[in-house]
C-alpha cells in the first residue's frame, strides 16, 4: 500500500495553491447538485467574452505561483465549445506565456482533439448512471492520454454508500481510467457525514477522497475580479454561504 504522500504525488492532484479561471457559458442541467444556482458571486451571470478583462486577467496569472490554471464554472467550461474556441487558445497562450499548463473541470468531451491536447489535464464529472458519457469515454480515452491526463470525478451524496463506490470504481476501471476522485459535497450536511463515513473503507491505488475545501484563487470572468474563496473574500464568507447552502434545495434543472 502506498503512502498517504505517495498516494498524493501518485493522484494528479496539485499540492500548491491553484489558479482557477471562473466560466459560465451555460450547462445541459444534469448535474445531481447544482453548487452555481444560488452562488452570491454568480449570480446566474454568464460570461461575455467581449468584457472579459484580459489584461488584469493576464496580471493575476503572472502574479500566480501555481504551476496550473484551471478552468472551471459557473456552468461547464465546455458547453458550446465550438463557439469558444477563440477563449480556450488565448487561455492556452497565456499559460503558455508564463510556463503554466491549463487544466479543465468538466462534464463534456469534446470531439476535436486538437483542442483536448491543449490540457495537461482534464478532470471529467461522470454520474455512475450516465452510459452514455461512459461509452463516449471509452471511444476517446486511449486517443487522449496520448497527450493529456484524466481523472474522473464523481461527487459523494447523501446516499452513496461504500459499494456504490466500488461499483462505480469498476466501471471506471473497465474503461480504463486510472484516476477516480469521490469530492465531498459542499453545503449538503447528509452528504458532508457521508463522505467522512465512507471514505476510509476504501483504499485503492489511484482512488482518491478529496475533503471539501478552499484549493485555489479564483477569477471570475463574469465580474473580472479575483477572490481567495470560491465564495468571497473571507473564510466567513464561506462558512456563512455553506450554512444557507444547507437551507436550499440546490437541485439543479
Keep these: 500500500h502506498k503512502s498517504n504522500m505517495e498516494r498524493k504525488i501518485y493522484m494528479y492532484t496539485e499540492q500548491n495553491k491553484g ?30 467574452k467581449s468584457k472579459i ?22 456552468g461547464d467550461p465546455f458547453y458550446h465549445w465550438q463557439g469558444n474556441i477563440d477563449f480556450y487558445n488565448r487561455m492556452y497562450e497565456l499559460t503558455t506565456k508564463y510556463g503554466k499548463k491549463l487544466d479543465i473541470h468538466t462534464r463534456i468531451l469534446p470531439t476535436d482533439m486538437d483542442l483536448i491536447q491543449k490540457f495537461r489535464k482534464v478532470a471529467l464529472s461522470i454520474e455512475s448512471y450516465d452510459t452514455k458519457a461512459m461509452e463516449q469515454l471509452r471511444m476517446m480515452l486511449p486517443e487522449i492520454e496520448r497527450t493529456t491526463k484524466l481523472r474522473v470525478i464523481n461527487v459523494l451524496n447523501e446516499r452513496m454508500t461504500t459499494e456504490d463506490c466500488l461499483a462505480y470504481i469498476n466501471k471506471m476501471h473497465d474503461i480504463g481510467v486510472k484516476q477516480v476522485t469521490f469530492r465531498q459535497m459542499f453545503g449538503n450536511r447528509n452528504a458532508y457525514q457521508n463522505f467522512l463515513k465512507v471514505k476510509d473503507t476504501i483504499d485503492i491505488p489511484g482512488v482518491m477522497f478529496l475533503p471539501d475545501g478552499e484549493y485555489h484563487n479564483y477569477y471570475f470572468t463574469t465580474n473580472n475580479k479575483l477572490y481567495p474563496y470560491f465564495f468571497g473574500y473571507t473564510e466567513e464568507d464561506r462558512k456563512t454561504w455553506m450554512k444557507k447552502y444547507e437551507e436550499i434545495e440546490s437541485i439543479c434543472g
Excluded: R
Design 53 to 74: 478583462d484580459w489584461d488584469y486577467l493576464e496580471k493575476c496569472i503572472a502574479a500566480s505561483e501555481a504551476p496550473t490554471v484551471n478552468l472551471s464554472g459557473g
Design 19 to 48: 489558479f482557477t479561471v471562473i466560466t459560465n457559458f451555460g450547462c445541459d442541467c444534469h448535474c445531481k447538485y447544482c453548487i452555481t444556482k444560488h452562488h452570491p458571486i454568480l449570480q446566474n451571470a454568464v460570461t461575455d
